[in-house]
């Protein structure tokens, strides 16, 4: 097993080398970069493309010393300090290498923007991405498994077709139709307000017993949380499901029915170990799905500012050192999750070897 984990180990290096080559060049060709973004800014033009779709202000077709849209009437000195505190007085290829020399000593930059280190800005949302990931993904896998359980023992009933049918309805709806509908119904937006619409906690939450303060912290969260679970439980109840299904069917089972156990004892006793090994096994790769892809909607619509929100800014903003600090951080967590994913893999079921494969 060692040797397995060494091989993945070394396998994260390209690949995490090709991911950030791959993005590194994309942006080379996107326009409206940093620079381009504070020009237009400083010409009042508010946002650069604007520029791009002729709203804005034009390149002069004589002016050879400026390639940025909005430069005009900005001295190409100033442009030349611009680029030089930026970086891009430098070739690509330097600028590249350079990044990622300070991305192996963990050293991430400061955001072009916000005068902030990348690695305090994402820690200082990183609260809101894991109270929507840590939570969403413990409610789904504390519903699901019972449910999809109930549902193969009583397969075609009219239980499992009642809950199929609320099952599918929900994973149907849009996470942020549903958002909305909490909005509007218990929210204040034109019904009840049952329940807070911005910030994890209260203004006074500092004030507040210890009591106090996680019944606030629950109560602000439970419309977001709810919102961004409801589609989670389909794929879960319903491969948990199939899974008890598959293993009710094997001799085993039979055997284990025929020396007298109790219905109990087959499913919790022999089934539940085998069935739950690809379910229990994804619960990493599923936290780390919803903790990094923190929907951008639903924390917009709910005033929370967490990772969504900072990745959709950046990208907009062209704040390079945010995108390109968090994309290199979350590859190389989701690289070391996957491998992670494989030991639990073994950790349940030890039957599973995979230093024999190859």
């Known amino acids: 097993m060692g040797a397995y984990i060494l091989r993945r180990l ?26 381009e973004q504070i020009i237009a800014r400083m010409e009042g033009g508010g946002d650069v493309f604007e520029s791009f779709a002729g709203g804005g202000s034009e390149i002069l077709e004589n002016d050879s010393t400026s390639e940025y849209v909005g430069a005009r009437g900005l001295p190409p000195e100033f442009i030349a300090d611009l680029e030089r505190e930026f970086g891009f007085d430098k070739p690509p290829l330097e600028r590249f ?18 005068s902030i ?13 894991i109270t929507l990931g840590l939570w969403s993904t413990l409610i789904a896998y504390m519903v699901s498994i019972p449910l999809g359980i109930r549902k193969a023992v009583r397969d ?58 996680i019944l606030d912290y ?28 598959d293993e009710i069917k094997k001799q ?3 055997t284990a029915r025929a020396k007298g156990l109790s219905e109990g004892q087959v499913l919790y006793g022999h089934v539940f170990r085998n069935a739950m090994l690809i379910v229990i096994s994804g619960f990493p790769a599923l936290f780390i799905g919803v903790f990094f892809g923190g929907s951008l909607i639903i924390e917009t619509l709910f ?42 893999y073994v950790f349940i079921d030890p039957r599973i070897d995979f230093e024999s494969r190859g």
Do not use: C
């Open 10 to 35: 070394l396998l994260v290096i390209p690949t995490l080398l090709g991911i950030m080559i791959i993005n590194f060049t994309l942006t080379q060709f996107v326009p409206g970069g940093p620079i």
């Open 97 to 114: 290498l350079n990044m990622m020399w300070n991305y192996i000593r963990l050293d991430f930059g400061e955001s072009y923007f916000r």
């Open 117 to 129: 280190s990348v690695l305090d800005l994402v820690l200082e949302k990183m609260p809101v991405s």
């Open 156 to 213: 075609g009933s009219r239980f499992d077709t009642w809950t199929s049918g609320a099952i599918i309805i929900g994973y149907a709806i849009p996470g942020f139709l549903f958002a909305i509908l909490l909005i509007v119904l218990f929210a204040g937006g034109s019904y009840w307000r049952l329940f807070p619409l911005r910030g994890l906690t209260s203004d006074n939450w500092e004030e507040l017993s210890l009591i106090a303060k």
């Open 218 to 245: 629950f109560w602000h969260i439970a419309l977001p949380v709810f919102a961004s679970t409801i589609s989670a439980f389909a794929t879960l109840t319903l491969l948990t499901k199939n899974s008890f299904l």
């Open 252 to 254: 085993y089972v039979m």
């Open 303 to 344: 005033s929370l500012d967490g990772l969504g929100r900072l990745g959709f800014e950046a990208a907009v903003a062209r704040d390079y050192p945010v995108v390109f600090g968090t994309l290199f951080a979350f590859s190389l967590m989701g690289l070391i999750i996957g491998i992670v994913t494989d030991l639990t």
